[in-house]
């Protein structure tokens, strides 16, 4: 079967969407939608799950989504070729084998570079041109315009509003307006602001160490202990300030195993923010006692066990550093059937 495959976020979806997969349902037998940034906490960019994505593009089509299949793809920052991997393998378990595969889209600009990485892949231009974005229907959502209601397919908009109802709406416009206030602060200044954070991992007999967050970003979402750093501290001295601060943890600089700085450049919604993760392993030490204080709502030790089954509920990329401190690759339930890429 000719199979095309269309790559998206779709946060949400709108009407330059719908009409992409309208024109490939045209021309091919077979489409099938990668949801990208799945399994990760809610945030004012990645506002709906996978699952609610796919039912609003289903609903938009109704007996044309027949053919129209849907895979689920975490992020994975910090290697590239591995996500694309993870796509590659997933698409071809719905495919199979004799499938003859393209990518489809618009090519828009620097964003679009995923485009062009699947090789014998070839790019089928999708021929929508549209000036229609996902993120001026997020602004005008949450900034409590209208607009946003001709942008999207009538299903969606039912959806979104019936959304704005919730409180989790509201929990995200408020995330969304003190973001807006970040971004107002920093257009005062004649260049860019780069921030510099630390996060401190601590393992304890296989359990890392978390807090839930309490603050303006991400509300309720699981996250390792961290902050910026103050002018006067070292990145060393301020992971142990943070971790002291938001746990009551007092650990020696001896138990530093290995550091790591996390610089994807759209890891957090608050800016530029660089991060300098430090990994303390106390080994067989059992887990010392912790309490949330400071920005913290609580502290607890996880079992590692337990990592993936809740993958999505960790603040910005927390998830991702502690799978690259460990050694893992993000968890990607769509291959759990079969072997995850390496």
């Known amino acids: 079967m000719n199979t095309a495959v269309f790559i998206g976020r779709f946060q949400p979806p709108h009407l330059a969407h719908l ?14 939608v990668v949801l990208g940034s799945a399994y990760c906490y809610p945030t004012p960019k990645n506002p709906f799950s ?6 609003m593009i289903r609903a938009s089509l109704g007996a044309d989504a027949t053919r129209l299949q849907f895979v689920a793809i975490a992020d994975d920052y910090y290697d590239d070729p591995r996500w694309f991997r993870s796509v590659r393998t997933a698409v ?4 199979g084998p004799d499938a003859r595969i393209a990518i489809t889209g618009y090519d828009k600009d620097e964003s679009s570079y995923y485009l062009h990485g699947f090789g014998d892949w070839p790019f089928e231009p999708s021929g929508v041109v549209s000036p229609l974005n996902a993120t001026d229907v997020r602004n005008s959502y949450f900034g409590g315009s209208a607009d946003w209601k001709a942008m999207v397919p009538e299903a969606v908009r039912q959806y979104m509003e019936q959304f704005a109802a919730t409180a989790e709406f509201k929990r995200l416009q408020d995330e969304w307006r003190t973001i807006q206030h970040y971004r107002a602060l920093e257009r005062r200044y004649p260049y860019p602001i780069l921030h510099v954070a630390t996060d401190a991992m601590v393992l304890a007999q296989e359990q890392v160490l978390l807090v839930e967050r309490n603050g303006a970003l991400g509300k309720g979402a699981w996250a390792l202990p961290g902050g910026y750093v103050e002018p006067r501290e070292t990145l060393l001295a301020s992971a142990l300030r943070e971790l002291r601060e938001e746990t009551g943890l007092e650990l020696q600089a001896k138990y530093l195993k290995a550091t790591q700085a996390f610089d994807y450049p759209g890891r957090s919604l608050r800016g530029r923010v660089i991060s300098m993760g430090h990994f303390f392993d106390l080994q067989d030490t059992p887990p010392p006692a912790v309490r949330g204080q400071d920005d913290a709502a609580r502290a607890f030790w996880l079992p590692l066990a337990g990592l993936e089954r809740h993958q999505a509920r960790f603040f910005e990329d927390h998830y ?7 050694g893992r690759a993000p968890h990607q339930p769509a291959l759990s059937q079969g072997k995850e890429p390496k």
């Open 320 to 326: 991702q550093q502690i799978c690259w401190f460990l």
């Open 19 to 32: 009409e992409t997969i309208s024109r490939a349902l045209e021309r091919f037998d077979r489409l099938i």
């Open 50 to 55: 996978a699952e609610v994505r796919e039912a």
């Open 92 to 95: 071809e378990a719905l495919a």
